[in-house]
Every structure is written in structure tokens, then in C-alpha cells.
Nanobody, 117 residues
């Protein structure tokens, strides 16, 4: 079992930056691939970025070069640094943990990011 709590969402102007954090509690954090997903109103939840315990990353094309995912295995934390924000980045951002050795996965409750033009 793993619990995830996101923080850092806010209202920001276009071109600005935000840093999201996800605090994990539970066992075997390093056994999980961690990810950030987002869901805009009326749209499906989409992948933003993922990171393995070894630091390998994957990004959606729409955020490449602007967002950076990172993790601290000792602190059980995952971060999403978002730069050059655009109004289309407005969404609820969710943290997700995928167990590498099973089909189990966990979601956080989400944090709202709003980018004004």
C-alpha cells in the first residue's frame, strides 16, 4: 500500500514556473515507477512524465524541454519542475506510483495548476 500527497499547485501567469511535489508513504518506494499525469476539464487524464528508481525519464511531447521530473528515493519524494508555462497546461496534476513487480498502482488526490494568459 502506498499513499501519495501532491502539493505546489497554484495560479500563475503564462511564462511563469511552478514546482510540484509528491510525498509518498508506504513501503518499497524504489520499487515504483513514479509519474505525473494531468487532467483538464472535460478531457481524459494524460501522461506528463515518468521516472524510474534509477532516474530514467519519459516525457509527453507537449512538455519536453519545459518540464523536468525528478525523485529523491531517500525522502520518498517526486517533483515536477514546470517552466515556461502555457494556458494549455492548466489542469489538475496527479502523482501516480506503479509497482514494477505487480499490476498495483496508486494515485494521489491531485493539485490544481492554473495558467492565466
Amino acid at each position: 500500500q502506498m499513499q501519495l500527497v501532491e502539493s505546489g499547485g497554484d495560479l500563475v501567469q503564462a511564462g511563469g514556473s511552478l514546482r510540484l511535489s509528491c510525498a509518498a508513504s508506504g513501503r518499497a518506494f524504489s520499487n515504483h515507477v513514479m509519474g505525473w499525469y494531468r487532467q483538464a476539464p472535460g478531457k481524459q487524464r494524460d501522461l506528463v512524465a515518468t521516472i524510474t528508481s534509477g532516474g530514467s525519464t519519459n516525457y509527453a511531447d507537449s512538455v519536453k524541454g519545459r518540464f523536468t521530473i525528478s525523485r529523491d528515493n531517500a525522502k520518498k519524494m517526486v517533483y515536477l519542475q514546470m517552466n515556461s508555462l502555457k494556458p494549455e497546461d492548466t489542469a489538475v496534476y496527479y502523482c501516480r506510483a506503479d509497482n514494477r513487480y505487480s499490476t498495483l498502482f496508486y494515485w494521489g488526490q491531485g493539485t490544481q495548476v492554473t495558467v492565466s494568459s
